[in-house]
């Protein structure tokens, strides 16, 4: 689809990037370029080139959101500052795609449909919450909720990786139940929903598959890397967090319902197939 009039914000983080590959002719603003936090910024930018807006602008650091400057950003990028891009895409009739996060439930039902009401437990839970109901009041717009984000930039799989490089078996939660979201099928769905003219309003939009518990899901990655000789102890949330009191709490449903995206034409992809395409290719890229 013709992208170039497609505004890319927060351009390199893991989203960001995935969407740049997916829209090479849109235009793409890290930070220095537009800091949404400013609205003399955001108000001063040159919108004349653009009709959607991609939202990869976040604060993503759950457990730094519970400390006091963390807190402050927080609210100040997921809440605040899309405010004020929601202000500027009502004004210009702009499309507005936002992306979210189950953490907007306290996990408490399974699995989470688009219309529950929300219930975040932790700081960057409720500030991602307020940025959803600011986007909903935007007349063109996408929300599309995501869990367990893997891509290009820090990530689980990642650090499971890592610790498999070290011969490290790890512990690891097992009562947090979900499945991943690979940038990829993210981004299938974003650009399906604006190729379609989807009726506008939230959509979940994770990996399908047998939803899975971290621990589960550590043992993939590791049978993916061939190291089944490394051994993965489950441990619950409240075992794994009970030296951390600083540390944010965590939904532990956070499956998705995915009949409203696949409605739509998407089928998300088994998360089982992204984990061993991503595998391989983060090994090769090594
Ligand atoms: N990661 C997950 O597991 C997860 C799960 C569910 C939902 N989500 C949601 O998915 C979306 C994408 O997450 P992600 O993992 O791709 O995030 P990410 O890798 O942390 O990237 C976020 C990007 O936003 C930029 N940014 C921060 N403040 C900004 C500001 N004031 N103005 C402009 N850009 C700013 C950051 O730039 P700097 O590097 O300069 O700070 C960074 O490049 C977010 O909405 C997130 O809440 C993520």
Redesign the pocket.
């Known amino acids: 689809m013709d992208s170039s009039r497609f505004l890319i914000?927060?351009?390199?983080?893991?989203?960001?990037k995935a969407l740049q590959e997916r829209f090479p002719k849109a235009i793409a603003v890290?930070?220095d370029g537009?800091?949404?936090?400013n609205a003399a910024a955001l108000e001063a930018f040159d919108w004349s080139k653009v009709d959607v807006v991609l939202?990869?602008?976040?604060?993503?650091n759950v457990d730094g959101a519970e400390k006091p400057e963390g807190r402050v950003a927080a609210w100040?990028?997921?809440a605040q500052?899309v405010a004020n891009l929601a202000r500027v895409a009502t004004k210009r009739d702009l499309t507005m795609v936002h992306?979210?996060?189950?953490?907007v439930f306290d996990g408490t039902k399974v699995p989470h449909t688009e219309d529950e009401p929300v219930s975040p437990l932790g700081v960057y839970a409720q500030t991602?919450a307020a940025g959803d109901i600011v986007v909903g009041a935007v007349p063109k717009h996408y929300v599309a909720r995501?869990?367990?984000?893997i891509?290009d930039?820090p990530?689980f799989v990642r650090t499971m990786m890592g610790l498999a490089a070290k011969n490290i078996s790890p512990k690891v939660v097992n009562d947090q139940v979900g499945r991943l979201?690979f940038?990829k099928t993210l981004v299938d769905g974003i650009e399906k929903l604006l190729e379609s003219k989807s009726g506008y309003g939230i959509y979940n939009l994770s990996n399908g598959g047998e939803p899975a518990d971290w621990a589960e899901i550590t043992r993939a990655i590791f049978g993916e890397l061939g190291r089944d000789d490394l051994t993965v102890t489950g441990i619950s949330t409240k075992e794994y967090f009970q030296d951390k009191p600083e540390a944010a709490p965590r939904p532990l449903q956070s499956a998705m319902d995915l009949s409203k995206i696949e409605a739509e034409g998407v089928k998300p992809r088994d998360w089982r197939q992204d984990l061993a395409e991503y595998i391989k290719n983060e090994t090769r890229a090594r």
């Open positions: 914000i927060g351009a390199y983080g893991q989203l960001g890290d930070r537009l800091d949404i936090t939202n990869a602008a976040a604060y993503t100040q990028i997921n500052a992306v979210s996060s189950e953490y991602k995501v869990s367990w984000l891509g930039g990530n979201t940038t």
